[in-house]
């Protein structure tokens, strides 16, 4: 979806799997939004779920183009889940929690 500065998207993914006599269902959820203050400088949202490999993340991304295609950003990260060798101490999609913030400075020049 495309509205004026604003752009969205939104995946979901139902699974069904049958290993044995087990049955595993599973979602999987991904969406997006960026808001577009000018061509060169925006913000992203991202939120992601997965019940299978329980693991979940929520980022907000904010970046500005300048010069000969340097960029600054700026990423705050939280995401979460277990380790796929701990499932059986009844862990859930939202346990242990990280968060990190990362500021990114990439420098583009051109030969012309």
Avoid at 2 to 26: C, K, Q
Avoid at 105 to 111: E, H, R, S
Wanted: charged share 10%; no cysteine.
């Amino acid at each position: 979806m495309n509205v004026g500065r604003l752009a969205a998207s939104v995946y979901y993914e139902l699974t069904n799997l049958r290993y044995a006599t087990r049955i595993f269902v599973a979602h999987r959820l991904s969406s997006r939004a960026t808001y577009s203050y000018t061509p060169l400088a925006r913000t992203t949202l991202i939120i992601e779920a997965n019940t299978l490999t329980l693991r979940s993340i929520a980022q907000i991304v904010s970046s500005y183009t300048f010069g000969a295609l340097s960029t600054i950003s700026l990423v705050l990260s939280e995401s979460s889940g277990q380790q796929i060798l701990n499932l059986g101490d009844g862990a859930n999609w939202y346990d242990h929690a990280n968060f990190t913030a990362v500021l990114a400075f990439a420098y583009g020049f051109t030969p012309f």
